[in-house]
């Protein structure tokens, strides 16, 4: 536990086989029901460190680790993927994030907010779907945002930094072909 020489350690230099479920952590406690869990991490703090040890030159040795929640206090609840050589986190999941948040289907369609998308990619929500561009100031450009949405009364593009105006506005029944621009 503490990653160092410990007395107490248990190594085998074989396989390991566990007919049944196994409990690991410090919360575990004799006759655990596991329900339908075969694996259980028990306790707080819980992480899952993928170390590579690869020292060759050419091969891959980043390290990961999967992260439930906050060490500290008054923390956040999360599950997150941990670049754990880049000390950062690329994916997190926010603890009562609804269902169907984030689904990739099996036709390889991406949804946001529905668990059908018909489309490469579909954002499914009850009140104005859109799209945000910000630009910060961070890399030396003026901050802009952009938003890009559509609900009952409006396809839009609204210039948020601008003051929210809508520069472009297309309205629900517009006849076909209201704004086309041909190749001449």
Not at 131 to 137: D, N, S
Request: with cysteine; net charge negative; hydrophobic share 40%.
């Amino acid at each position: 536990r503490d990653g160092g020489a410990n007395p107490n350690d248990v190594v085998t230099a074989d396989d390991m086989i566990i007919q049944g479920s196994a409990c690991i952590g410090l919360d575990c406690v004799n006759n655990e029901s596991f329900g339908f869990d075969t694996i259980r991490l028990k306790e707080n703090n819980l992480r899952i460190n993928f170390d590579d040890t690869s020292t060759s030159a050419g091969f891959a040795a980043n390290d990961w680790r999967l992260v439930a929640n906050d060490q500290a206090s008054g923390g956040a609840s999360y599950f997150a993927i941990e670049d754990s050589t880049a000390a950062r986190i690329p994916f997190k999941i926010a603890a009562g994030a609804p269902a169907n948040a984030l689904l990739l289907s099996s036709t390889g369609n991406l949804g946001l907010g529905t668990a059908t998308p018909v489309l490469d990619v579909q954002m499914t929500t009850t009140d104005t779907p859109a799209v945000r561009f910000e630009q910060t100031a961070a890399g030396g450009f003026t901050a802009q945002t952009w938003d890009i949405g559509a609900n009952e009364a409006n396809f839009f593009v609204r210039d948020v930094t601008g003051g929210s105006r809508l520069p472009l506005r297309v309205r629900p029944g517009a006849p076909t072909s209201s704004l086309d621009i041909s190749n001449d």
